[in-house]
């Protein structure tokens, strides 16, 4: 019987029929994953997960490391480096290393300092 109205008997019917009879509803199959639902039907949620956030670090820094190494080996040239008391002649893209590693030590100092004095105002009584 295919009516366009269903009345409240024809519904209830369909209730309870498993979800591949009814028509229009989506077939349970174990390739739920491609549909965007569970198995029960709910849709997943697609959430982010410690591990998910280190994978995807990991592939940044390993990307960010043959940048790096691309960088280094174009820029072998020597060039003369002073500083304070001390002076030599060093390929220019170590030099540039030294300066930005160093650089990154002293964000990180800052940062920590910062850090614990936000959480020593978080401790204290109000």
């Known amino acids: 019987m295919s009516t366009p ?21 989506p077939v349970a199959t ?10 029960s039907g709910k849709p997943l949620r697609m959430s982010s997960t410690r591990t998910g956030r280190a994978w ?6 390993v990307l960010a490391f043959v940048v790096l190494i691309v960088f280094m080996m174009q820029n072998t040239r ?6 304070l008391w001390m002076h030599g002649t060093i390929p220019l893209a170590l030099a ?27 401790r204290r009584p109000r």
């Open 30 to 39: 174990d390739d739920h994953v491609e549909s965007g639902r569970s198995s």
């Open 96 to 122: 540039l290393l030294i300066a930005a590693v160093g650089a990154a030590l002293l964000t990180i100092v800052v940062g920590v300092a910062r850090v614990t004095q936000l959480r020593r105002f978080a």
């Open 5 to 25: 109205n269903r009345t409240h008997h024809d519904s209830a019917q369909l209730d309870q029929l498993p979800a591949d009879a009814v028509p229009g509803s």
């Open 78 to 83: 020597s060039t003369e480096v002073n500083f």
């Open 56 to 61: 995807a670090s990991l592939c940044a820094a």
